[in-house]
């Protein structure tokens, strides 16, 4: 009922950059806190980016200064700008929502993950 897509994942040079989209879709009610988490091979899964529905923003010390993460609520789609990148940026990258939906019955809370867009940084 709840769908989370991401796209804008690719192969960059180290400093060039790209731009994740990240589209929410269902009986969606309220979206609360969206944000980006990265997952490198061998390596746990861990926050890149968060930003609240009121704006409200959070970074990774490895990405402050060169990600910015950006929301258009009218379009439930989250955004991660990614300049400056290196090859230790390279990863999965996963959109995360928390939100509330409609599921015929009841309004329901819960996170949904997309399910990942590759970022390839070669040095």
């Known amino acids: 009922q709840v769908q989370l897509v991401e796209s804008g994942g690719g192969l960059v040079q180290a400093g060039g950059s790209l731009r994740l989209a990240c589209v929410a879709s269902g009986s969606i009610l309220r979206i609360n806190a969206m944000g980006w988490y990265r997952q490198a091979p061998g390596k746990e899964r861990e926050l890149v980016a968060a930003i609240t529905s009121g704006g409200s923003t959070n970074y990774a010390g490895s990405v402050k200064g060169r990600f910015t993460i950006s929301r258009d609520n009218a379009k439930n789609t989250v955004y991660l700008q990614m300049n400056g990148l290196k090859p230790e940026d390279t990863a999965v990258y996963y959109c995360?929502?928390?939100?509330?939906?409609?599921?015929?019955?009841?309004?329901?809370?819960?996170?949904?993950w997309g399910q990942g867009t590759q970022v390839t940084v070669s040095s």
């Open positions: 995360n929502a928390d939100l509330i939906y409609n599921s015929g019955t009841y309004y329901i809370s819960d996170k949904y």
